[in-house]
């Protein structure tokens, strides 16, 4: 499928929140081979001018595989989490 960049120049995208745990987005920076600091130490997260350890760019689409993981399991009607026998 074709996506022409100016019409999606134009295109509005409503905002979205989610809790993310620090636990969660270290592991994904060390997953992603993301060394920087500021994606492990809060410490040195905060000395960068971010409030919290900051969330990769990258990280929100992993998301979106999460929830579509979900979705094939509820409809393999099995438990998430419980993909074998």
């Not at 996506?3 to 905002?15: C, G, Q, S, Y």
């Not at 999460?66 to 074998?84: I, M, N």
């Amino acid at each position: 499928m074709h996506i022409d960049p100016e019409k999606a120049k134009a295109l509005t995208i409503r905002p979205i929140e989610a809790d993310i745990e620090r636990g969660r987005l270290r592991f994904f920076a060390k997953a992603i081979g993301q060394k920087d600091p500021i994606y492990s130490d809060v410490d040195a997260a905060r000395r960068a001018g971010h409030p919290d350890l900051p969330v990769p760019p990258t990280f929100f689409f992993s998301m979106e595989l999460e929830d579509l993981s979900f979705a094939v399991t509820r409809r393999w009607r099995r438990r998430p989490g419980r993909s074998h026998g």
